[in-house]
């Protein structure tokens, strides 16, 4: 006789009078036919309602059936697969049907008896395990049903059990009250892509499920992401947002990870080794001693210390994760945080988050802790084409969506990209731009900023209203004086691109050392070995032996240090020490009528001219009449002296 679904599936084919659906099968023996409240209940559809006040159309009437009996199409197949071959487990839809229906309801129950499926009761109450006292004789096949991973009890194991309740206590009690937050939201995510839901607690030790997790490898987020692994899975990483660190976005890459790494390799324990170290370095390890069990590969050559101890611990991970209690851990010791619950917005431009978050009434690190990918105080450029989503905590967003739309101009900012050029200062960019030195801090995460790094990239947050100030902007500015952020005056302001360091021009320093003469001299431009000892009356050679220079003749850098041991103290040179810093001062530069000027070069500050002439910012500013440092323009010819 042909088996029963090939006779379903020749039944549906054959034709049927018009206008009614074909006759459906008998169902197979210890099999009854679903009531039409049943039918619902199992495929999660609304209670049908005890009056219609207008009757749907033929064609909308029409899909709904088609989908109600796809669905229960798909329910039966799967509860058919199930009743009559035992070796097969029904699907995570079939699992995640029967949640819907809850644990009293009749229905439920009677399903799970013709599945005959223990998986099936995960959720009911089981009976609580005694404490376990001798972790390394404990028979873990006494529990392994509880689990949908495979568990062995083998000395790695023991050791990092022991290693939970004893030195790495504290930790495990910081995973465990993460745990309540991140697990209820990721595991349905792994359940959609096949995998066992009790591979959640790979994130447990990547990360202990910390959103903000870096490690050394530059992996980061709860599955610890390295960048090119994130990319390849479909995880963003830009200048505004990080998706590795995002747990909802993050699980998704990793479930399809994870799934490729089984097919790849072919067993969990060889999946997670390869999540850690890689699938190529398993696979030649698996080829290279023709065993797949993980156990004796562990045990040759070839993987790393931490890909050892991995499946190991993360067995570890799982069995005291699950079940605490059995191992020595007190509910008194957890600290459960809520579940992660939000609600999602739309937003068409970029939104800084003080305002976001005083649109919705809430407080802004509830806005940030909800979305963990994004790197600025803000949300990245948007459109109506291309929204943003961001999550707002749960309840929250009819109000953002009420106040939000209210804003002025003047209570909104705008955003800008600036990458910082040599001879940029901070004050700089801020007049630039129309805002304020504390708000471009705030806005980039940095408590002080005196001297910029040539190539960084800042968000520069400008007031949306034609003014070119308004609330937002004070706001902004406010919250950066309370969070601490310091900004120097501008006249302490170092260029970006200047050397560290004041620069040191001609002889800066002469001392006696061992009855001779030494001077150290700061290398000024035009300079070259040749040059310095036609100077000081010595030869190229000796400079490059008193310096250990190579034999080549090395590339000088204006404002490094040379010593020099010339016969006789050079002349000329005057050595002064302003704030422990030694600065040269030669007689030809001297402070007085008639004394040196300076054009004042692209990118140049009156800090710059003043450190390298020897002489202090205010001594220029009174010299040449300045009341405003910033307002100098680019070739004004400064005098360096007193009138």
Not at 321 to 326: E, G, I, L, Q, V
Request: hydrophobic share 40%; charged share 25%; proline share 9%.
């Amino acid at each position: 006789m042909p088996p029963l679904p090939i006779l379903l599936l020749a039944l549906a084919s054959l034709p049927g009078s018009e206008g009614a659906p074909p006759p459906m099968p008998p169902p197979p023996p210890g099999m009854r036919v679903l009531a039409a409240d049943e039918k619902r209940l199992l495929t999660g559809e609304a209670p049908e309602p005890p009056e219609v006040e207008e009757p749907a159309s033929e064609e909308e009437a029409t899909s709904a059936e088609v989908e109600a009996e796809s669905a229960e199409l798909e329910e039966l197949r799967a509860l058919e697969g199930a009743t009559l071959d035992p070796a097969a487990r029904p699907n995570a839809e079939v699992m995640q049907s029967l949640r819907r229906l809850g644990l009293a309801n009749p229905l439920r129950m009677r399903m799970l008896d013709a599945l005959d499926e223990p998986t099936f009761r995960e959720d009911e109450e089981l009976a609580p395990i005694p404490l376990i006292t001798n972790v390394a004789t404990f028979d873990v096949g006494q529990i392994q049903d509880r689990y949908d991973i495979p568990v062995e009890m083998q000395p790695l194991v023991a050791q990092y059990i022991q290693f939970f309740q004893g030195p790495g206590r504290r930790w495990f009690r910081k995973w465990m009250s993460r745990a309540a937050r991140y697990v209820p939201v990721m595991q349905p995510i792994l359940e959609q892509y096949g995998l066992p839901k009790d591979t959640v607690y790979l994130a447990m030790i990547e990360s202990g499920f910390s959103a903000h997790a870096y490690s050394w490898a530059h992996a980061a987020g709860p599955w610890q992401f390295i960048s090119s692994t994130g990319k390849q899975y479909g995880l963003k990483q830009d200048f505004w947002v990080d998706e590795r660190r995002d747990p909802i976005k993050a699980t998704h890459a990793a479930a399809s990870y994870l799934k490729d790494l089984k097919r790849e390799l072919g067993h969990w324990y060889l999946a997670w080794a390869g999540y850690n170290t890689g699938s190529g370095r398993v696979r030649r390890m698996v080829a290279r001693h023709g065993t797949s069990d993980f156990w004796l590969l562990s045990q040759e050559r070839g993987l790393a210390k931490e890909t050892q101890h991995y499946v190991p611990k993360l067995i570890a991970a799982a069995l005291v994760a699950k079940h605490p209690s059995a191992f020595g851990f007190s509910e008194e010791e957890f600290e459960p945080e809520p579940v992660l619950e939000f609600d999602e917005v739309e937003l068409t431009d970029a939104a800084d988050l003080d305002v976001v978050a005083r649109a919705a009434g809430v407080p802004v690190k509830a806005v940030q802790d909800l979305n963990p990918e994004l790197k600025r105080w803000c949300t990245p450029p948007a459109s109506t084409k291309n929204p943003y989503a961001l999550r707002l905590p749960r309840g929250a967003k009819t109000q953002f969506a009420e106040n939000y739309k209210r804003l002025a101009p003047a209570e909104r900012l705008t955003f800008r990209i600036h990458k910082v050029k040599r001879g940029d200062t901070l004050s700089q960019i801020a007049e630039k731009y129309g805002t304020a030195s504390e708000a471009i801090l705030q806005m980039n995460q940095l408590k002080t900023a005196r001297t910029l790094k040539l190539g960084l990239e800042l968000v520069i947050p400008v007031p949306a209203g034609k003014s070119g100030s308004g609330t937002a902007l004070a706001s902004k500015v406010a919250q950066a004086r309370r969070s601490g952020v310091v900004v120097h005056r501008p006249e302490d302001e170092v260029p970006a691109g200047t050397p560290k360091g004041p620069v040191a021009t001609g002889p800066v320093k002469t001392e006696k050392v061992a009855g001779r003469t030494r001077v150290t001299y700061g290398v000024q431009s035009g300079d070259s070995l040749w040059v310095i000892a036609t100077k000081f009356n010595v030869s190229v050679d000796e400079l490059k032996k008193w310096n250990n220079l190579g034999r080549r003749t090395p590339t000088l850098q204006v404002g490094s240090l040379l010593h020099v041991w010339p016969d006789g103290d050079p002349a000329g040179a005057q050595v002064q020490e302003r704030a422990g810093t030694v600065v040269a001062k030669h007689t030809v530069v001297a402070a007085k009528p008639g004394g040196k000027v300076h054009p004042l070069a692209e990118g140049e500050t009156l800090w710059s001219v003043a450190q390298r002439y020897g002489v202090t910012v205010e001594d220029i500013m009174r010299w040449n009449n300045i009341k405003d440092h910033r307002t100098i323009p680019v070739g004004k010819v400064l005098n360096l002296s007193a009138p």
